[in-house]
Nanobody
């Protein structure tokens, strides 16, 4: 599975960005698809994901500010990020989980939030 992520950039605190991740395979074949992030010197962490049936879950730090959604016709998942904070600065990675150990990763897109 090829994943093409886009939408990162530089934004001021309080601003918004929308990330997109286009998959080369139907997202209805996935168990889950989502976004992880990795800040400098920190481990990669889950931000948000959406399961095949449409259920979602979020990291506590982004609940109420970020929203994950999908377009099944375009095999694309989106992450709308609002009220961004400097601590949201990280490389964001798209993930496609087919089940078991079958995990696929996009190339990462940098989000920088200035204070």
């Amino acid at each position: 599975v090829q994943l093409q992520a886009s939408g990162g950039g530089l934004v001021q605190a309080g601003g918004s960005l929308r990330l997109s991740c286009a998959a080369s395979k139907s997202i209805l074949d996935m168990n889950a698809m989502g976004w992880y992030r990795q800040a400098p010197g920190k481990q990669r962490e889950l931000v948000a994901r959406i399961f095949r049936g449409g259920a979602t879950n979020y990291a506590g730090s982004v609940k109420g500010r970020f929203a994950i959604s999908r377009d099944i016709t375009e095999d694309t998942v989106f992450l709308q990020m609002n009220s961004l904070k400097p601590e949201d600065t990280a490389v964001y990675f798209c993930n496609y989980w087919s089940g078991g150990s079958k995990n696929y990763w996009g190339q990462g897109t940098l989000v920088t939030v200035s204070s």
